[in-house]
């Protein structure tokens, strides 16, 4: 009898302690957060496509026909950095085809720093400025720009951005401007 009590008791004790076990294991716990990011990603690489217009004063720019308009295509491609919020730092190169209704036409080629400030979670600010070269077809000549936009971003991936420069040669020769030409495009950007 002694013996059967013992085993009762054993197996009374083996049982309750493997369900203390089995109750520990749940642990009731508070589901994390989803984190989901405010407003647009403006870090990272982009490329885009714009359309505008140049134009040159009585001046002549880098090749350009004095007192003349030009219709502007051209492509960017560009990467942005955020150091700090709202800060924006950006590299972006650009090339652009002008031409008029008269026989003259040109290619710019541009190397550009972007420096700006987010303003809302899908809106930019930016100055920009850049050194490239022109060529009418005869002659190259090294240029620069100055100038600044605004971009909007209009889902997760697409911005539109409107931009205005003023640009200029390193030329000497004559009554020289700061600025020889204006150009004003807007375009359409792709970020990854």
């Known amino acids: 009898m002694f013996v059967r009590s013992l085993a009762i008791g ?3 004790a083996a049982l309750m302690v493997g369900g203390a ?3 520990d294991l749940i642990i009731p716990t508070t589901p994390e957060p989803i984190y989901a990011p405010a407003g647009f ?3 990272g690489l982009y490329v885009g496509a714009r ?3 140049q134009f040159t004063g009585a001046n002549a720019y880098a090749g350009s026909t004095a007192s003349t308009t030009y219709g502007v295509i ?3 491609v560009g990467v942005n950095f955020i150091p700090m919020d709202p800060v924006l730092l950006g590299v972006e190169v650009t090339g652009d085809y002008n031409w008029n209704n008269t ?7 541009f190397a550009n720093l972007r420096a ?3 303003v809302t979670d899908n809106a930019l600010i930016y100055a920009l400025g850049g050194v490239g070269f022109q060529n009418n077809g005869t002659a190259t000549e090294s240029v620069y720009q100055l100038g600044g936009g605004v971009e909007f971003a209009v889902n997760n991936v697409v911005t ?3 931009e205005i420069v003023g640009q200029g040669d390193f030329s000497s020769v004559g009554a020289d401007s700061f600025f020889e030409s204006t150009k004003a495009t807007v375009g359409v950007f792709y970020h990854f």
């Open 116 to 118: 700006g400030a987010i």
């Open 103 to 109: 026989a003259t036409s040109t290619s710019e080629f």
């Open 21 to 23: 076990q089995a109750a």
């Open 160 to 162: 539109v951005r409107g």
């Open 10 to 12: 054993v197996s009374a």
């Open 41 to 43: 990603d403006w870090e």
């Open 51 to 53: 359309l505008g217009g």
């Open 74 to 76: 051209g492509a960017a």
